[in-house]
T-cell receptor, first 113, second 118 residues
Framework: GQSLEQPSEVTAVEGAIVQINCTYQ??????LSWYQQHDGGAPTFLSY????GLEETGRFSSFLSRSDSYGYLLLQELQMKDSASYFCAVPKGTTDSWGKLQFGAGTQVVVTP | GAVVSQHPSWVICKSGTSVKIECRSL??????MFWYRQFPKQSLMLMAT?????????EQGVEKDKFLINHASLTLSTLTVTSAHPEDSSFYIC??????????????FGNGTRLTVT
């Protein structure tokens, strides 16, 4: 079956850089996406990688290495509002449907003053 | 931007009753919507895929007779939790994928419904 592994929690101070790693095992690969979820809120899409390399979107970047079945989300210039859970996700099964996602367990990022 | 509205935001019900949750795509059509469930401090788990004009498809282990899904139009899907029990207490989140080209367009999530069964 498919699985994703990511650290459970990361703590850092404001202004720091945090890297959240995600390793995955999938039967087929259709890309890795990242979502942010504040406590009690809806997940919001952050980034998506289908090909190897780095995708940059403002303070957030995401990296993928398909040969290593590994990706990471990089949060730069951390702000207090970045305290949230971050999930990596891949499409379930062999479909390339982006609606049927399997999420990792999530990484709780705690930003301290 | 794409907006998905979910209603109600929270609901408390008694054991044995049924609860209906609505999910609407406000500014786009969505032939397909998805229902997820999230227990506290856990990840989102896909429950079912809601298809406009056809039956929903359920993930393994999800009881279709307990979680009734109706996709009445291109902008509305409903999830009814029937004969709710305390173990059904959870955060239910819908999502929708905009129809059209762009197979890898991101999912848009509703704000979720916090269900508490007493």
């Amino acid at each position: 079956g498919q699985s994703l592994e990511q650290p459970s929690e990361v703590t850092a101070v404001e202004g720091a850089i945090v890297q959240i790693n995600c390793t995955y095992q999938t039967s087929g690969f259709y890309g890795l996406s990242w979502y942010q979820q504040h406590d009690g809120g809806a997940p919001t899409f952050l980034s998506y990688n289908a090909l190897d390399g780095l995708e940059e979107t403002g303070r957030f970047s995401s990296f993928l290495s398909r040969s290593d079945s590994y990706g990471y989300l990089l949060l730069q210039e951390l702000q207090m509002k970045d305290s949230a859970s971050y999930f990596c996700a891949v499409p379930k099964g062999t479909t390339d449907s982006w609606g049927k996602l399997q999420f990792g367990a999530g990484t709780q990022v705690v930003v301290t003053p | 931007g794409a907006v998905v509205s979910q209603h109600p935001s929270w609901v408390i019900c008694k054991s044995g009753t049924s609860v209906k949750i609505e999910c609407r795509s406000l500014d786009f059509q969505a032939t397909t919507m998805f229902w997820y469930r999230q227990f506290p401090k856990q990840s989102l788990m896909l429950m079912a895929t809601s298809n406009e004009g056809s039956k929903a498809t359920y993930e393994q282990g999800v009881e279709k007779d307990k979680f009734l899904i109706n996709h009445a139009s291109l902008t509305l899907s409903t999830l009814t939790v029937t004969s709710a029990h305390p173990e059904d207490s959870s955060f239910y989140i819908c999502s929708a994928k905009r129809d059209g080209p762009g197979g890898n367009s991101p999912l848009h999530f509703g704000n979720g419904t916090r269900l508490t069964v007493t």
